[in-house]
């Protein structure tokens, strides 16, 4: 049990840090290639997702891929949009947060499954 919460921990905080890297270097991006202002939400959806596949893929082993999948991509949406929401200033819940909920546990169970067929 106490593994199994660690590799979630783990696969959190992999996921919010790979996304705040990633957001960075695109926030680079935009201001050197002037970027427009509609490419933004759907690339950050992207890297999020992207993000929260590569930390599970680290970090889940062992057994019960898609339950700790799906409890570590909830847990990392949650925290990157508690994040980003705090940068940003602004903290407003709506129906695409759902989606967005449910896009990360569909990439948190996918990169769970593949985590624990992976060979240490």
Not at 49 to 64: D, M, P
């Amino acid at each position: 049990m106490r593994e199994n919460v660690f590799q979630v921990v783990k696969s959190v905080l992999a996921a919010v840090i790979f996304s705040l890297a990633c957001v960075l270097v695109f926030s680079l991006i935009i201001q050197l290639f002037s970027l427009s202002a509609s490419v933004i939400k759907p690339v950050n959806q992207v890297l999020k997702t992207v993000c929260i596949a590569a930390g599970g893929l680290l970090f889940i082993r062992g057994e019960k891929g898609i339950v700790k999948g799906a409890i570590y991509g909830a847990a990392a949406t949650l925290a990157t949009y508690v994040i980003y929401s705090a940068i940003a200033g602004s903290f407003a819940v709506t129906w695409l947060f759902a989606l967005e909920i449910v896009l990360g546990i569909v990439a948190g169970v996918i990169s769970g499954i593949i985590g624990v067929n992976l060979k240490s």
